[in-house]
């Protein structure tokens, strides 16, 4: 496989050059050139449910995001995940969306640290003013506590005092 002819110059990172001999490979090179599946930076685009690319048409190519973790110490042993995670194209359109999305994630990072200043510019309140309301708070509490004790827990009393307080009286 060559760069296909579609292929945006942004997109020739996700390509390998692999050497195949002397005389093989693409145009007797020794070298053929193939998609990294597993190529840093290389994240899904938008594609049609067949994987067909919606910007160009041209069938988009998988990811296995799974295999860019190292190989295991142990010979024979890989636990790495080859199963496919994503499409991505190289035309570029599909180029275009890799940008469009890394400057949407650039614009709310930059968002949220911005709130995150204003936050810490938010007056505070005054800590007499809160430590005198908890003082009245405290003191009609404590009116009301003594008011309730002094009428005691006979009904009659309570009835009395209550229509008093109603009156006026």
């Known amino acids: 496989m060559a760069i296909p002819d579609y292929a945006d110059e942004r997109s020739y990172k996700f390509f390998s050059r692999s ?3 002397t005389k093989h490979g693409e145009g007797g090179t020794g070298y ?3 998609w990294n599946t597993s190529a840093e930076g ?3 685009t938008a594609v049609y449910p067949n994987c067909t690319c919606i910007y160009c048409g041209n069938r988009a190519n998988p990811i296995q ?7 295991s110490t142990y010979i ?3 636990d790495r995940d080859y199963n496919v ?3 991505a194209c ?3 359109g599909a180029m275009d969306e890799g940008e469009h999305k890394l400057k949407v994630a650039e614009l709310k990072e930059r968002h949220a640290q911005e709130l995150e ?4 510019q938010r007056p505070t309140p005054d800590p007499e003013v809160f430590k005198a309301f908890a003082e009245d708070m405290a003191r009609q509490m404590a009116r009301k506590a003594l008011d309730r004790f002094k009428w005691g827990k006979d009904p009659v009393k309570v009835a009395r005092r209550l229509a008093e307080q109603a009156r006026g009286d």
């Open 90 to 92: 190289c035309c570029k």
């Open 117 to 120: 200043a204003l936050e810490k």
């Open 19 to 21: 050497l195949v001999g």
């Open 42 to 44: 290389l994240e899904p």
């Open 76 to 78: 024979g042993e890989d």
């Open 85 to 87: 995670t994503g499409y």
């Open 65 to 71: 995001a799974g295999l860019r973790r190292p190989r």
């Open 32 to 34: 053929c050139v193939s």
